[in-house]
C-alpha cells in the first residue's frame, strides 16, 4: 500500500475542491441565470474535458505549460521551477479538467430556484449578495455539494492527465491511480488489489452522498 | 407619501399608463390576462424597466428613465405580495417574515404573525400551511419591509371561494393599520369593488377608465373592458337583526334589507353589493310580490349601453342604485332623471361574498 500516493492524491483533490468551489457557484450561478451571446460556446467549451480522450488533453497541458511554451516560460522566471512534472501543474491540470464536474451540476441547482423567488428576495431587501447567502446557497446547495464530491472523486482516479502532465515522481505527482499502474507493472498485484479496493470503496460512497443529495433536491422545491 | 406612477413602452407590451395612490388608499389596477397590471406591478417594484417611465414615493424618485434613476428592487421600500406568494421554502413562516425586515427581530416578526391572524404557526413551513396561511405569511412579510408602497399581485387567486371571503374580511380590517399606498391587481370586479377606494381599468396596456369605484361603475366604456354583468352598486349597510327564517335585515339608508344571513352581531357595519342585473325598475310600488327589498329613490341618470341595455342609476338615500334593464322596458315605463321609482331586489340574489365586512373609512 503507497501511502504516500494516497496521501497526494488526497492533497490534490482537496486543492482542486478548494479553488473549484467558488468557480462552481460563481461560474455555475452565472450560467443558470445569465442571458448572452455565444452562451451554447461557453457551455460546450465547459464540457469538452468530459468528452476529450484524457491524453489528449495532457497533451496539450503538457505543451502549453511547458518549458518552451509562453506560459512556461514565464513560471520558470517568476518561480524558477517548472511548472510540468510538479504538483502546482497538477492542481492546475487537475482544475481544467473538473470543470464540466464542477460547473454543470451546480449550474442545475442554481436553475432549478424558481425565478420568482429570487425577485421576492430583492423585494424584501437584499442585495445580490445577502440573496445568494440567504435565499440561493441554502436552496442549491445540492447541486453546490454534487459537484464537489464528483470532482473530489473524478481527481483521485484520474490518470490519464497526471501521467502526462505530471509523470510519476514519488511525493510530487505519483498519485494513487498512477501507484496502482506502477504496482501491476512490477507484478505487485497485491498492492495492487488493496490500493484498488480503497478507490472502490471512496468512489461508491461518492455516488451514494450525490444520489441522495440530488433526491434532496428535487423534493426541496417540489 | 403618495406613490405616482407613469409609464409608456411598447415592447414586451404596449404601454401607456400614470396614475397616483394617496397615503392608506387602495387601488385596484383591473384588466383580464395579458392587459399589463402585472406589468406596472412589477416595474414599480424595479423588476422590470419600461423604455419611458417614472416610478415616485413620497417624493423620492425610484424611476426616471429620463434622469438614469433606477434603483434596483432591494433599494425602493416595496412590499410585494406574489400571486403564488413565493415564500422561501427553506425557511419558517417567521424567518420568512425576518427576511425582509433590516434588523431581524423576533418579537416584531411574531407581532406581524398576529396581525394576519396566524398565532404560532411562525415555526411552521410553508410546506405545512394551506394556501390561506400562506397567502398570510406572504402578506407578514410584505409588511415586515417596513414598505412605502404595498403591492400585491392578484393575492387572492390561488385559494378556494371560503377562505377567499375570510382573507378579504383581513385585508379589510388590517387596513386600519396601513399608512402606504396600496396597490391590488386583480382580474376580479367584486373583489375590487370590495376592497378598493378607487379604480384603474387597464386595457392592452392602456387606462380606460380611472376614479373612484363608484364613477368606474358608471362608465360605459371600464364596464365593455370589464364584462358589464359585473356592473354592480355597493350599498352600505349594518345588522340589525338575525330572523328565525334565516334571514338578516340590514338598516340601510335606502330602508331595511333582508339578506340571506349576513356573519356578524347587530350594529356590525357591512357594504352590499347589488348586481345590476339583478335589479327590476318599477314606477309604482308593487303588490303581492316575492321580493323581499323594495327600495323607493328617484331616477339619477340613465346611461345608454352598446346593444338592448341601459343602466338606470336610482339615487336611494345618498346612494346609488344600478339596474341594467332593456331599453325596451325603460322606454315602456318612459323613464327620466328626477322620476320616482321603485328599485326592486331579491334577497336571493345577493351572493354571500357580496356581502363584506365595511373597513375604517379612508378618505380619498
Not at chain 2, 378598493?196 to 384603474?200: E, G, K, P, Q, T
Given at each position: 500500500?503507497?501511502?504516500t500516493?494516497?496521501?497526494?492524491?488526497?492533497?490534490?483533490?482537496?486543492?482542486?475542491?478548494?479553488?473549484?468551489l467558488?468557480?462552481?457557484?460563481?461560474f455555475?450561478?452565472?450560467?443558470a441565470?445569465?442571458?448572452?451571446?455565444g452562451?451554447?460556446?461557453v457551455?460546450?467549451l465547459?464540457m469538452l474535458?468530459l468528452?476529450?480522450?484524457?491524453?489528449v488533453?495532457?497533451?496539450?497541458l503538457?505543451?502549453?505549460?511547458g518549458?518552451?511554451?509562453?506560459?512556461g516560460q514565464?513560471?520558470?522566471?517568476?518561480?524558477g521551477?517548472q511548472?510540468v512534472?510538479?504538483?502546482?501543474?497538477?492542481?492546475?491540470?487537475?482544475?481544467?479538467?473538473?470543470?464540466?464536474?464542477?460547473?454543470?451540476?451546480?449550474?442545475?441547482g442554481f436553475?432549478?430556484i424558481?425565478?420568482e423567488?429570487r425577485?421576492?428576495?430583492?423585494?424584501c431587501?437584499?442585495?445580490?449578495?445577502r440573496?445568494?447567502?440567504k435565499?440561493?446557497l441554502?436552496l442549491?446547495?445540492?447541486g453546490?455539494v454534487?459537484?464537489?464530491?464528483?470532482?473530489?472523486?473524478?481527481?483521485?482516479g484520474e490518470f490519464g492527465?497526471?501521467l502526462?502532465v505530471?509523470?510519476?515522481?514519488?511525493?510530487?505527482?505519483?498519485?494513487?491511480?498512477?501507484?496502482?499502474y506502477?504496482?501491476?507493472q512490477?507484478f505487485?498485484?497485491?498492492?495492487?488489489?488493496?490500493?484498488?479496493a480503497v478507490?472502490?470503496?471512496i468512489s461508491?460512497?461518492?455516488?451514494?452522498?450525490t444520489?441522495?443529495?440530488?433526491?434532496?433536491?428535487?423534493k426541496?422545491?417540489? | 407619501m403618495?406613490l405616482?406612477v407613469?409609464?409608456q413602452?411598447?415592447?414586451?407590451?404596449?404601454?401607456?399608463?400614470?396614475?397616483r395612490?394617496?397615503p392608506?388608499a387602495?387601488?385596484?389596477l383591473?384588466g383580464?390576462?395579458?392587459s399589463?397590471k402585472?406589468?406596472?406591478?412589477?416595474?414599480?417594484?424595479?423588476?422590470w424597466?419600461?423604455?419611458?417611465?417614472?416610478?415616485?414615493v413620497?417624493?423620492?424618485t425610484?424611476l426616471?428613465t429620463?434622469?438614469?434613476?433606477n434603483?434596483?428592487?432591494?433599494r425602493?421600500r416595496?412590499g410585494?405580495?406574489?400571486?403564488?406568494?413565493a415564500?422561501f421554502?427553506?425557511?419558517s413562516a417567521a424567518q420568512?417574515v425576518?427576511a425582509a425586515?433590516d434588523?431581524?427581530?423576533?418579537?416584531e416578526?411574531?407581532r406581524?404573525?398576529?396581525?394576519?391572524?396566524?398565532?404560532?404557526?411562525?415555526?411552521?413551513?410553508?410546506?405545512?400551511?394551506?394556501?390561506?396561511?400562506?397567502?398570510r405569511?406572504?402578506l407578514a412579510?410584505?409588511?415586515?419591509r417596513?414598505?412605502?408602497?404595498l403591492?400585491?399581485?392578484?393575492?387572492?387567486s390561488?385559494?378556494?371561494?371560503?377562505?377567499?371571503?375570510k382573507?378579504?374580511?383581513?385585508?379589510i380590517?388590517l387596513r386600519?393599520?396601513l399608512?402606504?399606498p396600496v396597490?391590488?391587481?386583480?382580474?376580479?370586479?367584486?373583489?375590487?369593488q370590495l376592497l378598493?377606494?378607487?379604480?384603474?381599468v387597464?386595457?392592452g396596456?392602456?387606462?380606460?377608465?380611472q376614479?373612484t369605484?363608484?364613477?368606474?361603475?358608471?362608465?360605459?366604456?371600464?364596464?365593455r373592458?370589464m364584462?358589464?354583468?359585473e356592473l354592480?352598486?355597493?350599498?352600505?349597510?349594518?345588522v340589525a337583526?338575525?330572523?328565525?327564517?334565516?334571514l338578516t335585515?340590514l338598516?340601510?339608508?335606502?330602508?331595511p334589507l333582508f339578506?340571506p344571513?349576513?356573519?356578524g352581531?347587530p350594529?356590525?357595519?357591512?357594504?352590499?353589493?347589488?348586481?345590476?342585473?339583478?335589479?327590476?325598475?318599477?314606477?309604482?310600488r308593487?303588490?303581492?310580490l316575492s321580493a323581499?327589498?323594495?327600495l323607493?329613490g328617484?331616477?339619477?341618470?340613465?346611461?345608454?349601453?352598446?346593444?338592448?341595455?341601459v343602466m338606470?342609476?336610482?339615487?336611494?338615500?345618498?346612494?346609488e342604485?344600478?339596474?341594467?334593464?332593456t331599453?325596451?322596458?325603460?322606454?315602456?315605463?318612459?323613464l327620466?332623471?328626477?322620476?320616482?321609482?321603485?328599485?326592486?331586489?331579491?334577497?336571493?340574489?345577493?351572493?354571500?361574498?357580496?356581502v363584506?365586512?365595511?373597513?375604517?373609512?379612508?378618505?380619498?
Open positions: 500500500m503507497d501511502w500516493a494516497l496521501e497526494l492524491s488526497l492533497r490534490l483533490a482537496g486543492w482542486t475542491v478548494a479553488i473549484l467558488p468557480v462552481s457557484i460563481l455555475g450561478r452565472f450560467l441565470f445569465r442571458q448572452f451571446r452562451k451554447a460556446v457551455e460546450a465547459v474535458p468528452v476529450l480522450p484524457p491524453t488533453l495532457g497533451f496539450y503538457l505543451v502549453t505549460f518549458r518552451n511554451s509562453p506560459i514565464l513560471w520558470q522566471d517568476l518561480f521551477s511548472l512534472f510538479s504538483f502546482t501543474g497538477l492542481v492546475i491540470a487537475s482544475v481544467i479538467f473538473n470543470l464540466p464536474f464542477a460547473i454543470q451540476p451546480a449550474q442545475r436553475q432549478a424558481p425565478a423567488l425577485e421576492a428576495a430583492s423585494c431587501g437584499m442585495s445580490p449578495l440573496a445568494l447567502w435565499v440561493e441554502p442549491a446547495w445540492p453546490v454534487t459537484a464537489m464530491v464528483l470532482t473530489f472523486a473524478h481527481t483521485l492527465i497526471v502526462m505530471g509523470g510519476s515522481i514519488p511525493g510530487e505527482t505519483r498519485t494513487i491511480a498512477i501507484s496502482i506502477d504496482r501491476v512490477a505487485d498485484t497485491d498492492s495492487a488489489a488493496i490500493m484498488s478507490l472502490v470503496a461508491v460512497s461518492t455516488i451514494a452522498v444520489f441522495a443529495l440530488s433526491a434532496r433536491i428535487g426541496r422545491l417540489s | 403618495a405616482e407613469s409609464a413602452a411598447s415592447a414586451p407590451i404596449p404601454l401607456d399608463v400614470a396614475f395612490v394617496a392608506g387602495l387601488l385596484a383591473v383580464h390576462s395579458g399589463g402585472t406589468t406596472l406591478l412589477r416595474m414599480i417594484a424595479g423588476l424597466t419600461p423604455g419611458q417611465a417614472h416610478v415616485a413620497d417624493g423620492r425610484w426616471d429620463g434622469a438614469q434613476v434603483l434596483p428592487p432591494h425602493r416595496v410585494l405580495v406574489f400571486q403564488n406568494y415564500l421554502p427553506h425557511m420568512n425576518m425586515m434588523q431581524p427581530d423576533p418579537v416578526a411574531g406581524i404573525l398576529d396581525l394576519v391572524n396566524l398565532q404560532g404557526l411562525g415555526a411552521r413551513h410553508p410546506a405545512q400551511l394551506s394556501g390561506g396561511q400562506q397567502q405569511v406572504a412579510r410584505a409588511l415586515a417596513r414598505p412605502q408602497a403591492l400585491l399581485d392578484e393575492p387572492f390561488a385559494v378556494d371561494r371560503a377562505t377567499r371571503e382573507l378579504y374580511a383581513e385585508i380590517a386600519a393599520h399608512n402606504m396597490v391590488l391587481v386583480t382580474h376580479d370586479v367584486n373583489e375590487a378598493a377606494d378607487r379604480m384603474v387597464i386595457e396596456g392602456r387606462v380606460l377608465s376614479g369605484v363608484a364613477e368606474v361603475m358608471g362608465d360605459a366604456t371600464a364596464l373592458a364584462g358589464i354583468r354592480a352598486a355597493m350599498l352600505p349597510a349594518k337583526e338575525h330572523l328565525p327564517d334565516g335585515r338598516d340601510a339608508p335606502s330602508g339578506l344571513h349576513v356573519g352581531p350594529g356590525t357595519r357591512v357594504r352590499v353589493r347589488i348586481m345590476a342585473h339583478e335589479v327590476i325598475v318599477a314606477r309604482t308593487p303588490e303581492a323581499q327589498n323594495i323607493a328617484t331616477v339619477a341618470q340613465i346611461v345608454p349601453g352598446q346593444g338592448p341595455a338606470v342609476h336610482v339615487a336611494v338615500g345618498g346612494h342604485i344600478i339596474a341594467r334593464i331599453r325596451r322596458a325603460a322606454d315602456q315605463l318612459a327620466r332623471p328626477g322620476d320616482p321609482v321603485h328599485a326592486i331586489v331579491k334577497s336571493m340574489s345577493v351572493a354571500r361574498d357580496h363584506t365586512p365595511a373597513g375604517s373609512d379612508i378618505g380619498v
